[in-house]
C-alpha cells in the first residue's frame, strides 16, 4: 500500500511543468521540449549504466509520468555515459542475493519492458555506445534504432556466454526485429554485432557518425510525428499486444522460473566467474 501511495504521489508531482535533472533523478536524465512534444533520456549512470533496480524503478517512472503527459508524443532514448549505451543487467543484483530481492528485481526489469515496449509514444534509441543484454533489450524495444557507426561498439543479446537462458519475451522482442531464424542463432551462440554487422541483420535500422547521432534521432522523429497518432498507435498495439499479454498472464510465473534459476549453484558459479573476469580486466 505505501508503496502505491508513494508512486501516485510521485505522478501527481509530474503534472506539473517540468525538466527532469535535478538531483531526484540518480540514474536518468529527462528533458522534455514542450515546443515539439518530444522528451528525451539520457542514461547517467556511470561507469556502464548497469540497469540495477533503483535503474530500473526510476526508468519505469519516468516512462509513466511521459506517457501520462499528454503533449509528450515521442521519447529518444540516450547515453551520457561516453562509449557505452547501456552494459545490461546489474549482475550484482543477481549474485549473493535473497530470493526475495531476485525476485523484485526480476519485477523491475519485467516493467521497464512493459513500459517501452508497450508505449504509445514514439521511441526511438539513439545508441551511442555498446549495447550487450540488457541493454540492446532496452534497444530493441524502440520503435526504431539509431547507431553510431564506430567499429568497437556492439549490440546483442549475449546471455547464454554468462550461462543464463534470454526469457519469451527477449526472444520474442528480437524476432519482431531480425525474424526467427536469426534470432535462433542469434541467442544460442550469445552474439554481439557490430554496427555494420547490425545493420544487416536489422538489429538497428540506420547507422550515422557520433556527432549527428542525435540530430538525425530529431529527423527522424520528425518524420515519425507527421503520422496521426491514434493510427499509429493502433498499428502498434496489434503488433506488440500478443506478445505483451502474454507476459502479463505468465508475470508471476515468469519471476518464479526466474528465480529458480538465477539461485541455482551453477548459475551463481557462473555468475562469480564472470564478476571475476570483470574485475581482472579492470585490474
Request: a positive charge; one cysteine or more; aromatic letters at 8%.
Amino acid at each position: 500500500i505505501f508503496k502505491f501511495i508513494l508512486l501516485s504521489y510521485i505522478i501527481v508531482l509530474c503534472q506539473l511543468p517540468w525538466r527532469v535533472s535535478d538531483q531526484r533523478r540518480m540514474f536518468t536524465n529527462v528533458e522534455m521540449d514542450n515546443s515539439t512534444g518530444v522528451a528525451v533520456i539520457k542514461m547517467n549512470s556511470p561507469p556502464v549504466n548497469s540497469l540495477s533496480l533503483e535503474f530500473l524503478t526510476e526508468f519505469a517512472i519516468n516512462m509513466e509520468k511521459l506517457e501520462m503527459d499528454r503533449g509528450c508524443r515521442g521519447v529518444i532514448l540516450t547515453s551520457s555515459v561516453p562509449r557505452i549505451f547501456s552494459a545490461g543487467l546489474d549482475i550484482t543484483e543477481m549474485y549473493g542475493k535473497t530470493p526475495e530481492h531476485c525476485g523484485a528485481f526480476w519485477r523491475a526489469v519485467q516493467e521497464m519492458w512493459l513500459k517501452l515496449y508497450g508505449s504509445s509514444m514514439i521511441t526511438i534509441a539513439a545508441i551511442n555506445g555498446s549495447s550487450p543484454a540488457g541493454g540492446c533489450l532496452m534497444a530493441i524495444s524502440c520503435d526504431y534504432r539509431i547507431m553510431t557507426d564506430y567499429p568497437k561498439y556492439s549490440i546483442g543479446l549475449n546471455e547464454t556466454k554468462l550461462g543464463i537462458v534470454a526469457p519469451f519475451w527477449f526472444k520474442d522482442t528480437m524476432i519482431n526485429c531480425i525474424g526467427n531464424r536469426a534470432t535462433e542463432h542469434s541467442l544460442q551462440l550469445g552474439l554481439q554485432y557490430n554496427p555494420p554487422e547490425a545493420l544487416k541483420v536489422g538489429l538497428v535500422d540506420q547507422l550515422e557518425t557520433e556527432d549527428k547521432l542525435m540530430t538525425t534521432a530529431s529527423s527522424v522523429m520528425s518524420q515519425w510525428l507527421a503520422i496521426p497518432d491514434h493510427a499509429r498507435q493502433i498499428t502498434k498495439s496489434m503488433m506488440r499486444k500478443p506478445i505483451i499479454d502474454q507476459l502479463l498472464r505468465q508475470r508471476e510465473a515468469d519471476v518464479q522460473n526466474f528465480v529458480k534459476f538465477i539461485t541455482k549453484d551453477s548459475i551463481q558459479k557462473s555468475l562469480q566467474m564472470y564478476m571475476e573476469m570483470l574485475k581482472q580486466k579492470k585490474g
